[in-house]
């Protein structure tokens, strides 16, 4: 087992967002979150990302306990996480927006280190180029269209190899040809023992990558099934129904 989240809890003031959320996902397995509008589907891809904390329940990642108090300590857990919002630096260019954190360095005369700036540029192109992209990596971030924006934030996901993949809307700003590209690159890293788990208000996206599919309404897992359960259209009206309150 990759990962599993058992009773999961997460409130804001009066608000609960997750209430005993427990589920479990596999190396090479792309799992589905659905859920309407403030179902809790961002807190919970949040808490795996070390942005919130749990205030209840227990996560492992390959049988052993971890507890994240912020980012950079699941990133070296092998979790990479794409934003709603992409959390960009506007001001910054594509390459170093996907080494953020985490920037090459040289050493000069073994005494001080210099960004390595031509290294970061040719490893962001390639990363941008496995998307599909001839994106200039040189290029500032507030400068670019949306569907550039998200595939910037994509390909700093992909470039330090995660074990786990939480995608958040990664789709939201891309042209269909975009989109459909980035659901065939999702279909070739789950080939690579990797785990993902994707948030999309895009059903056929869900249904296109997705092995298995977790609907989340007020906090809680509503229902779970394969997506070989039924058809595309069985499966989202079962969706729609529980977002309708039905």
Do not use: W
């Amino acid at each position: 087992m990759l990962l599993k989240l058992s009773n999961i809890t997460k409130s804001f003031g009066a608000v609960s967002a997750l209430d005993g959320v427990s589920l479990e996902l596999n190396d090479k397995e792309c799992l589905g979150l659905l859920g309407d509008n403030g179902a809790g589907k961002s807190t919970l891809l949040k808490i795996l990302s070390g942005v919130y904390k749990a205030d209840s329940g227990k996560t492992y990642i390959n049988d052993k306990e971890v507890d994240f108090t912020d980012p950079l300590l699941a990133r070296e857990a092998g979790i990479e996480m794409i934003y709603q919002d992409l959390a960009l630096a506007d001001e910054l260019p594509a390459d170093a927006n996907i080494f953020l954190g985490r920037e090459q360095k040289n050493s000069l005369f073994g005494l001080f280190k210099t960004l390595d700036k031509n290294t970061m540029q040719d490893e962001a192109t390639k990363v941008l180029s496995t998307l599909g992209s001839e994106l200039d990596s040189s290029r500032l971030v507030n400068v670019m269209s949306g569907g550039e924006r998200q595939l910037v934030a994509v390909a700093r996901a992909l470039q330090f190899n995660p074990t786990i993949l939480l995608m958040d809307e990664p789709t939201a700003a891309l042209s269909a040809e975009k989109a459909s590209h980035l659901n065939n690159l999702i279909l070739s890293l789950k080939k690579k023992n990797l785990g993902i788990i994707l948030v999309s208000h895009r059903f056929s996206d869900i249904f296109a990558v997705c092995d298995r599919i977790v609907v989340l309404n007020g906090g809680k897992i509503a229902d779970e099934f394969l997506v070989t359960d039924g058809s595309f259209e069985e499966l989202s009206t079962r969706v729609l129904k529980i977002m309708a309150g039905k």
